[in-house]
C-alpha cells in the first residue's frame, strides 16, 4: 500500500502527484480555431509510490505524460505513466524500491535494476513518439492510446532529454553525456537520427570534467555542448556527499563542432562558473555563433559538493556569441532581457536559424524566493520590434512551459497559437489556455477546463493532427 507523502516542496500543492490514468472530454470557454488540429503532448515526473528518500528530487520521479488533443474546436485530454522497468517493477512490489539521486537507500529489490523514469521530454520524429530522460535510452510509446512499447534499441544507450530536429533536414540531432559502464562519467556522445526515424550516427569523446548536460544547442552546420560546472562525481558520491553539485570554482566551457565533422575537432572555448538549463535558439552570422538562452549565475535545485545548500536563484535571457575565425577562446556574454523566467520557446521551424519570436515562462511577483520554478507569467519577445508583451496570470495561478502551434506548415514565422497547461490554485485544478502567439495582451482566446490538477511537469510538444 502506498505510504504518506514526506515533507517536501516537491510533493506539495501542484507539485504533488496525480496517479490515476483518466480520458476527459473538457469544457472549453472562448472559442478554438477550428485550424488549430493537433495534440500538446506534456509529461513530467509523478512519483507512482511515496518516495523512500524525504529529500525526494523532483528531477527523479516516474514519467506521466498527458495528451490534450484539439480538433473541431474541442479538446479531450489522456493521462498515462510511462511503464519504464522501474515502473513495472515497483508496480509489481506496491512501493517505491529506487531512492533518485541518492541509491544508497534503494532497497534490495532495486540493486542493480534499471532505474529509468523517462519523465524529462515527450518527442514526435521518424514516426515514433519518445519519452525521454537523459540518463537512459528513449522510451517509445503510442501516439494515441499512450501504451508503452519500451526502449529504442536502435540508439544503443542513453540520449539527450533535448534533441533537435532540423528543419531542411529533418534530422534529429542529439547529445548524452555520462556515457560509458562508469557512473558518472565525463564521456559524451554526439547522435543523429535521419528524418525515417534511423540512427545514422553516435559518436564517443571525452569533456573537460563530468557535468549535468540538460540542453545543448544546434545551428545549420554546428554544434555547441555546454559543459558547465553543475558536475557529476562517483567518488564524492561513494563519500555519501551530492553526486550531483554545483562548483562554482570550475570555469564553464562550451564545444563548438562541425556537425559533417568528427568529434576529435571539437574546439573547446570558456567562460567565469554560469548555468543553462535551457536554450532559446542558435544560429550562424558572419563567422560567428550566436545562441540566446536562460542563463544562471548558479544552479538552482542541486546542493553545493559539501552538500550545503545551494542557491535559488532564478535565470534571465542572454546572448553568448562564439567567434569561429578568431584565436581565442573566450565567450562574449551580454543580457537580453531583465525578467526571471524559463522554459524559453520559439517557432522552431527556425531551428539552427536566425529567429524574430521567442516565448517564456516567467516569475514577475517574486514567487521563486524560497522554493523554485513558481511562474506566474508568459513573455512574448518580438526581437526585430524590440517588444516584450507580458500575460500576468490571476489569483495566484502558475503557467507550465509555453508551446507554439504554427498555424499552417507554411505560415509566416510566429503566425499561430501558443498553449499553455496553467494550474488554477484558488481552486487546485488546472486549465489548457490557448492564445494568439504574436498578441499576448488579448488573453487566452479560449480555455479548456480540467476536473482535476496536472502537475507541474517539464516540457511538452505540438504534433499536428
Not at 116 to 121: D, E, K, S
Not at 192 to 219: L, N, Q, W
Not at 335 to 364: I, M, N, Q, V
Not at 440 to 461: D, K
Amino acid at each position: 500500500m502506498n505510504a504518506k507523502l514526506p515533507a517536501n516542496p516537491y510533493l506539495d500543492g501542484n507539485f504533488a502527484p496525480v496517479r490515476s490514468e483518466d480520458d476527459f472530454v473538457l469544457a472549453v470557454t472562448g472559442e478554438i480555431p477550428r485550424e488549430i488540429h493537433g495534440t500538446l503532448y506534456r509529461i513530467g515526473p509523478n512519483p507512482q509510490f511515496a518516495p523512500i528518500d524525504p529529500a525526494y528530487h523532483w528531477f527523479t520521479g516516474d514519467g506521466m505524460i498527458h495528451a490534450f488533443r484539439i480538433a473541431d474546436g474541442q479538446v479531450t485530454c489522456r493521462n498515462r505513466y510511462v511503464r519504464t522497468p522501474k515502473w513495472q517493477l515497483e508496480h509489481e512490489a506496491g512501493r517505491a524500491l529506487f531512492a533518485g539521486f541518492n541509491p544508497r537507500l534503494n532497497d534490495p529489490l532495486a540493486q542493480g535494476r534499471d532505474a529509468g523514469t523517462a519523465n524529462t521530454n515527450i518527442v514526435s520524429h521518424g514516426g515514433r513518439l519518445l519519452a525521454l530522460n537523459e540518463a537512459y535510452p528513449p522510451f517509445e510509446m503510442t501516439h494515441d492510446s499512450l501504451d508503452s512499447r519500451g526502449y529504442a534499441p536502435d540508439y544503443r544507450g542513453q540520449v539527450t532529454a533535448h534533441p533537435k530536429i532540423d528543419p531542411k533536414t529533418g534530422e534529429m540531432v542529439w547529445f548524452a553525456y555520462g556515457v560509458g559502464d562508469r557512473p558518472l562519467s565525463n564521456r559524451l556522445s554526439y547522435g543523429v537520427t535521419d528524418r525515417t526515424g534511423k540512427v545514422i550516427r553516435r559518436d564517443d569523446f571525452e569533456a573537460p570534467y563530468s557535468s549535468m548536460m540538460h540542453d545543448f544547442m544546434v545551428t545549420e552546420n554546428h554544434v555547441l555542448f555546454p559543459v558547465l560546472p553543475l558536475t557529476g562525481s562517483l567518488e564524492r558520491a561513494m563519500r555519501g556527499l551530492p553526486p550531483i553539485a554545483w562548483e562554482p570554482a570550475r570555469p564553464a566551457h562550451v564545444g563548438v563542432m562541425r556537425r559533417d565533422a568528427d568529434v576529435s575537432t571539437i574546439r573547446w572555448f570558456s567562460m567565469p562558473a554560469c548555468h543553462v538549463f535551457h536554450p532559446m535558439n542558435a544560429w550562424e552570422e558572419d563567422g560567428k555563433i550566436v545562441a540566446d538562452l536562460f542563463r544562471y549565475d548558479a544552479a538552482p535545485l542541486f546542493p553545493l559538493a559539501d552538500g550545503s545548500p545551494g542557491e535559488h536563484g532564478m535565470a534571465r535571457l542572454w546572448r553568448w556569441t562564439f567567434d569561429l575565425s578568431g584565436a581565442s577562446d573566450a565567450v562574449r556574454q551580454e543580457p537580453l532581457d531583465d525578467l526571471d523566467g524559463e522554459f524559453p520557446r520559439f517557432d522552431e521551424r527556425r531551428t539552427g536559424l536566425p529567429y524574430r519570436h521567442g516565448w517564456y515562462a516567467a516569475d514577475t511577483r517574486g514567487l521563486n524566493a524560497s522554493e523554485p520554478l513558481r511562474l506566474n507569467a508568459i513573455v512574448h519577445l518580438d526581437k526585430a520590434a524590440g517588444r516584450r508583451q507580458v500575460h500576468e496570470l490571476p489569483n495566484g495561478d502558475l503557467t507550465s512551459e509555453a508551446v507554439f502551434a504554427p498555424r499552417t506548415p507554411d505560415a509566416a514565422e510566429g503566425d499561430g497559437w501558443l498553449t499553455a497547461v496553467v494550474w488554477r490554485a484558488a481552486e487546485n485544478r488546472s486549465d489548457l489556455l490557448v492564445f494568439d502567439a504574436l498578441d499576448l495582451t488579448r488573453g487566452p482566446i479560449a480555455s479548456a477546463a480540467m476536473p482535476r490538477r496536472v502537475p507541474f511537469g517539464f516540457h511538452g510538444n505540438w504534433v499536428p493532427g
